[in-house]
């Protein structure tokens, strides 16, 4: 497919290197809509130091980067901190340069969603979760009084800012649950339910058996900090396999607890070769996640890559995976499941299909194909 289609893209973040779900989806969109011939202007907000990547610059027509404003006293604004300090005045002149589509990433890239001077143009919401959810979940899961506050008055704010989507010409959905919330909240703009984006091309999943269960995430992420502690707490100690546990920047609570099981061995930031591997060779992929908003990436990669996936409900939840996974609800599944799958020889026939089931919803090119239908219909 070519297309001499141009398309404005204002992303939450600079989407290299896509090391984070939110990163992910939005540079293997990108991806997609340059090898379907779609011409990209690249808008990135940031924080700190600010680095070029020929990566981005190689897939975009243009790539502009723009200073978040992390002063204290954007927390004092009626606005969620993380979309008051995304304002900025380059942005909405560069955005006015042209009438072109405009997929705005997130909620928190939304400052200028409603600006009058866009009013006639085709701006397309691409949503990450529903923020306030998530905000809400990241305080519950905080350790320190201060964080919780913090993400208890983002999130309301982030409910209150929400409203501002009713501006968007059509909304483009993660999860199948976020795509019911949308469409009840936002009944008269089009919601569509439009997979997350991935680096997965084909599955690859070895034959056979491995030796040990994987539980791979970013640990220094409370939501996987917290998930790595249960599963020491409530499944290693009452089943004799071998346990990996991998990920960045381990706490020294979580340490602690891997030391004293005899069967963890904890993998403190790995390299992306590394993890490639651990997920490849493990005979289970073991993931629970206590906060069910949108897709996780990390359950993408152990069904493209991996052998057995055995998933707690909230991780499939909103999915088209569920299938695909031995979905536990409890400690005692999780732990059933895991000594009756530990044997048993992954076949060439579940692998046929994985791949029908992926191909069917998780291919980039169709699902950058789907954007371009809604926003072409949406243009006309």
């Not at 993380?82 to 890239?109: C, H």
């Not at 040990?212 to 499944?235: K, P, T, V």
């Amino acid at each position: 497919m070519n297309t001499d289609q141009h398309i404005h893209i204002v992303a939450f973040d600079i989407p290299y290197p896509p090391t984070y779900g939110g990163a992910i989806d939005v540079f293997y969109r990108i991806r997609a809509l340059h090898d379907l011939g779609v011409k990209i202007t690249l808008h990135c907000t940031y924080k700190g130091e600010r680095n070029i990547y020929p990566q981005l610059e190689n897939l975009c027509s243009e790539v502009f980067y723009y200073a978040r404003d992390t002063r204290a006293i954007r927390q004092l604004s009626l606005l969620p901190y993380a979309v008051a300090g995304r304002r900025s005045d380059r942005l909405i002149n560069n955005l006015l340069k042209d009438n072109d589509p405009i997929i705005f990433e997130g909620l928190v890239s939304c400052y200028f969603l409603n600006d009058k001077r866009l009013k006639n143009r085709v701006k397309l919401f691409r949503e990450c979760n529903i923020e306030h959810d998530y905000f809400s979940a990241l305080g519950r899961a905080s350790k320190t009084w201060w964080q919780k506050v913090y993400y208890r008055v983002e999130a309301r704010k982030l409910k209150r800012f929400e409203a501002v989507l009713q501006h968007a010409t059509a909304i483009a959905a993660l999860a199948h649950q976020d795509e019911a919330h949308f469409r009840a909240t936002y009944p008269r703009v089009p919601t569509f339910y439009i997979p997350l984006n991935h680096p997965n091309t084909q599955v690859t999943s070895p034959m056979g058996t491995g030796n040990y269960i994987l539980y791979h995430g970013n640990l220094q992420l409370a939501e996987n900090e917290n998930a790595a502690i249960y599963l020491m707490e409530h499944i290693v100690p009452y089943t004799p396999h071998p346990f990996v546990f991998a990920g960045r920047n381990p706490s020294p609570r979580l340490q602690k607890l891997a030391e004293n099981l005899p069967n963890v061995t904890l993998l403190a930031n790995p390299s992306g070769i590394q993890m490639d591997d651990l997920i490849r060779q493990a005979q289970i992929n073991l993931l629970v996640t206590f906060q069910a908003t949108g897709m996780k990436v990390k359950l993408l990669n152990a069904l493209y890559a991996g052998r057995y996936v055995v998933a707690n409900p909230p991780m499939v939840h909103g999915t088209d995976v569920a299938e695909l996974c031995i979905v536990a609800p409890d400690d005692r599944a999780i732990v059933h499941a895991c000594n009756r799958w530990m044997t048993v020889p992954f076949t060439e026939e579940k692998k046929t299909r994985r791949e029908q089931v992926l191909s069917a919803c998780y291919d980039n090119i169709t699902n950058a194909k789907k954007l371009l239908t809604i926003i072409n219909t949406e243009n006309q």
